[in-house]
């Protein structure tokens, strides 16, 4: 079993910063991709960014050159920052691992941390 938490969400101005975090616990396996993904009001939950264990990134075109996903595999931790935010980038944000204990692969997801962009 994985345990994801988050960290990092809160309120910001329109062009400000955040940095989002989001560690993996237990023991017994190993973290391969990891995911960032947000859900505004009223809208379906979307993926906003991807790296893989070697550290190949992928982005949603909403916020790429803003945001930077990066992990630590020694702390099983990924992280999100957040530039030049918008209000339209308001949502709770959820960190997402594929995670491998032997042949059997799972994914798990964190419990969402609010970001508000807001003047």
């Known amino acids: 079993q994985v345990q994801l938490v988050e960290s990092g969400g809160g309120l910001v101005q329109p062009g400000g910063s955040l940095r989002l975090s989001c560690a993996a616990s237990?023991?017994?396996?190993?973290?391969?991709?990891m995911y960032w993904y947000r859900q505004a009001p009223g809208k379906e939950r979307e993926v906003v960014a991807a790296?893989?264990?070697?550290?190949?990134?992928n982005y949603s075109s909403s916020v790429k050159g803003r945001f930077t996903i990066s992990r630590d595999n020694a702390k099983n931790t990924v992280y999100l920052e957040m530039n030049s935010l918008k209000p339209e980038d308001t949502a709770v944000y959820y960190c997402?691992?594929?995670?491998?204990?032997?042949?059997?692969?799972?994914?798990?997801w964190g419990q969402g941390t609010q970001v508000t962009v807001s003047s």
């Open positions: 790296i893989t264990r070697g550290g190949d990134t």
């Open positions: 237990g023991s017994g396996f190993s973290i391969n991709n």
């Open positions: 997402n691992v594929d995670a491998a204990a032997g042949f059997r692969t799972q994914t798990y």
